[in-house]
């Protein structure tokens, strides 16, 4: 069974840094891309920022450029973001998710996501 599992949420005052892990396990994703999204209260899930299997390619919204980075460690099955410089509208509920076709869309693999509440 499929399974990811993130961690590393938390509340931290603005300006401050978290660091977030997505372990996969079931199988491995390695050639998979992987990415993080968001949810605000009363907003819709966003992309935020994704990953190729290889880990050279990455795309970033755009408010997020500078400030975070993704990373990946396939022989750990394991993805990261590291997130600098944070801003009380990074406050979300932050998902890790594998994409599983061309594109990202519903069939993808999501974790159970984490609370990131960054506080002014």
């Known amino acids: 069974q499929v399974q990811l599992v993130e961690s590393g949420g938390g509340l931290v005052q603005a300006g401050g840094s978290l660091r977030l892990s997505c372990a996969a396990s079931?199988?491995?994703?390695?050639?998979?891309?992987m990415g993080w999204f968001r949810q605000a209260p009363g907003k819709e899930r966003e992309f935020v920022v994704a990953?190729?299997?290889?880990?050279?390619?990455?795309d970033y919204l755009d408010s997020v450029k500078g400030r975070f980075t993704i990373s990946r460690d396939n022989a750990k099955n394991t993805m990261y973001l590291q997130m600098n410089s944070l801003k009380p509208e990074d406050t979300a509920v932050y998902y890790c998710?594998?994409?599983?076709?061309?594109?990202?869309?519903?069939?993808?693999?999501w974790g159970q996501g984490t609370q990131v509440t960054v506080s002014s």
């Open positions: 990953i190729s299997w290889s880990g050279g390619i990455t």
């Open positions: 079931g199988r491995s994703f390695s050639t998979n891309p």
């Open positions: 998710a594998v994409r599983r076709g061309v594109s990202w869309g519903p069939n993808n693999y």
